[in-house]
């Protein structure tokens, strides 16, 4: 036990220093306190083991100190000197709750034993509070560690995807919370429609592994059946079959979506405790945390299935698929692709995607690609195949990248581009031979009105043929790359030599045409001849498809660095049917008559041009209002 400290406060110094004598010679330490203002501060920061206090202390009252501090600190006991006893005074001692009194004369045993008495009670009183305390505690405390159990439970359920681990803490949690002697979660196999135990506690692996119970007749098997929660005892009217002996049990149902799927119990199999309501409602409480783990875990392995069918269709499919973040980090590239660009078969996934690919025509996709909404490019890898690649923003995850293979289809269309561009060639001279003859014809003799008709019919066709294979010689000759010696050329000397060159047409047609030309223009690193074909076919495009009378405008601007030409007019536009194919080889839009005569390949020319020049081209036109054709060309960079 420790040392008792005693405080001592009397105004009479002899009665004092026999005190301190008595106790100090007794093992108590003593603190002795004359200032009686000060009793309270001192009790308060050192709170003494038992209080003696004076009648008088200083000028004070004894009685009225010892009021105070009773009051502040009930559980410290005071006794009180009192020079003369009187049956009054004790009265007044015994009704403020001073543990006893002492008067003179002063005897050394009176004074141990009032003082060894008032400590022992008081020691009493603490215990008690003590025992009180807990007692009362007892049931919070329970509690307490029953939800520190369900938190902890809860927790394994939240990081833990492995349904046997949760559900053997499901069981475990049930046996401490409950004190059982076992426990065990049993699930209804949906072939056999049999009870098997699914996780255990306490019981034999042996037993617990080939435990089986069907759901007729059994108790378990009511649960399922009727899925109501079941208690019972030995004083319970009814035979437990649960095919081993056990004093006491309880089995809640397992419910997921309305059905019962299996039952959660516990049971003393030595213990003669029964179990109580409680425990009841802790053990569906559980049944719950393992209801849900289970609908979870099925979740899980359903995603995960589908996830894997889907990585495979990924993985094996023939077209390349690159798909990445918001923060252009690789989410998935599948083989095609990693193929294609010749990656190695580590794992990609979370890499920036700059760090992965290199190739430029593919890093240029992605980064149009995330300012418009779709986009297309070819893309020649190194093994020498050709893919159509299309990059398409998905929301949530960032954007995908398709690669069809279409080696074959360039192949095809060189070998088609090369047989036209042959054939035309070779038209050329017998076409020539053609028109000379027929100019002869006249010459060689005399000829009747019909005849000339005739010959004169033959020259324009053979004219139109011409033009025809003319238009195609050139296109061939640009797509193969041939002639393709650049220079700087100015744009703002270049179109009014154009613009001169058609003026008769246009006056034919009594056209206006406004030439919003600057006069000086960075100039652009060109190809002289194949720009002036260029500006020549859009322009002769637009006095062709204008009304006479209309207006074509050539407007031409510097902006970042790129020269923009606007080629407009007010005719008879395009259908939007047909913008889309405008530029392709012989298409001619559905209200370009006949009169308006034309071979279809005047803007495929154009656009070949424009590529050749890493420009672009692009058309916006409505019906009866006119087309604008806008052509892109880069200057030369200083
Ligand atoms: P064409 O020899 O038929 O003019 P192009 O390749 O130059 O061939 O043009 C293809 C088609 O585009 C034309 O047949 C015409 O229908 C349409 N087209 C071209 N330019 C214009 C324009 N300025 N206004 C209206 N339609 C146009």
């Not at 418009?372 to 995908?400: H, K, L, Y």
């Not at 066709?461 to 041939?482: A, C, K, M, Q």
Request: negative net charge.
């Amino acid at each position: 036990m420790t040392q008792a400290h005693i405080l001592v406060a009397i105004s009479d110094q002899q009665i004092t220093f026999l005190l301190e004598r008595v106790l100090k010679s007794a093992g108590y330490s003593i603190r002795l306190q004359e200032n009686p203002a000060s009793i309270q501060r001192t009790v308060e920061l050192n709170p003494p083991t038992l209080i003696i206090l004076g009648e008088t202390v200083g000028s004070a009252s004894g009685m009225e100190i010892a009021a105070a501090l009773l009051r502040r600190f009930p559980a410290i006991p005071v006794l009180l000197f009192i020079s003369q006893e009187s049956p009054a005074l004790l009265k007044q001692a015994l009704q403020l709750g001073v543990s006893d009194t002492f008067c003179l004369p002063l005897r050394t045993d009176d004074i141990l034993k009032a003082v060894q008495a008032s400590l022992d009670k008081a020691q009493q009183r603490k215990d008690w509070v003590l025992l009180e305390s807990r007692r009362a505690t007892a049931g919070l405390q329970r509690q307490i560690s029953e939800m520190q159990t369900l938190a902890e439970l809860a927790r394994t359920i939240n990081s833990s995807l492995d349904l046997d681990i949760v559900l053997q803490a499901v069981v475990e949690a049930a046996v401490k919370l409950t004190n059982a002697d076992e426990g065990s979660l049993l699930l209804v196999d949906d072939v056999t429609g049999e009870l098997y135990m699914r996780a255990s506690r306490n019981f034999q692996d042996e037993f617990a592994r080939t435990f089986r119970i069907p759901i007729q007749d059994t108790l378990a098997g009511s649960v399922v059946r009727s899925g109501q929660p079941v208690l019972m005892d030995e004083n319970t009217p009814q035979k437990i079959k649960t095919s081993y002996l056990v004093q006491s049990l309880v089995y809640v149902p397992l419910r997921v979506h309305q059905s019962v799927i299996g039952v959660l119990g516990i049971d003393n199999r030595a213990k003669k405790i029964p179990f109580k309501d409680h425990d009841v409602q802790l053990l569906s409480a559980l049944a719950e945390f393992a209801s849900i783990a289970i609908v979870n875990a099925s979740r899980f392995s359903d995603t995960s299935a589908e996830r894997n069918k889907l990585g495979t269709i990924l993985a094996k499919i023939q077209d390349g698929v690159i798909v990445f973040d918001q923060d252009q980090r690789l989410v998935l590239v599948n083989q095609m692709a990693a193929g294609a660009f010749k990656l190695d078969d580590a794992s990609l996934a979370g890499q920036p995607l700059q760090d992965v690919f290199t190739h430029p025509d593919l890093l240029a996709l992605v980064d149009s690609g995330s300012k418009t909404m779709t986009n297309r490019a070819e893309i020649a890898v190194e093994d020498g195949r050709i893919f159509s690649a299309q990059i398409t923003p998905i929301a949530g995850v960032g954007a995908a990248v398709t690669m069809h293979d279409i080696t074959n289809l360039k192949k095809l269309d060189r070998i088609k581009s090369d047989f036209v561009s042959t054939v035309s060639h070779d038209l050329r001279s017998p076409l020539t031979a053609i028109l000379g003859y027929v100019e002869l014809i006249e010459r060689a003799g005399p000829v009747n009105e019909l005849q000339r008709d005739f010959v004169h019919r033959v020259q324009t066709s053979v004219h139109n043929i011409t033009h025809l294979v003319d238009d195609l010689v050139e296109l061939g000759r640009i797509e193969s790359g041939f002639d393709s010696r650049k220079e700087p050329v100015h744009l703002e000397q270049l179109i009014p030599l154009v613009v001169d060159q058609l003026k008769k047409q246009m006056d034919d047609k009594h056209q206006t045409l406004l030439l919003e030309v600057p006069e000086v223009l960075p100039p652009v690193f060109a190809n002289p001849v194949q720009l002036r074909q260029m500006v020549e076919n859009l322009l002769e495009n637009a006095s062709k498809y204008t009304h006479p009378g209309g207006i074509v405008t050539v407007h031409a601007t510097l902006e970042d660095q790129q020269i923009i030409l606007r080629f407009i007019d007010n005719g008879i536009g395009i259908p939007q049917v047909d913008l889309p194919f405008i530029f392709d080889k012989f298409y001619r839009a559905s209200n370009a008559n006949n009169e308006m005569s034309g071979t279809g390949l005047g803007l495929s020319i154009v656009r070949s041009i424009v590529e050749a020049h890493q420009g672009r081209i692009w058309v916006e036109s409505q019906p009866d209002e006119g087309s604008t054709f806008t052509v892109v060309l880069p200057v030369i960079q200083e």
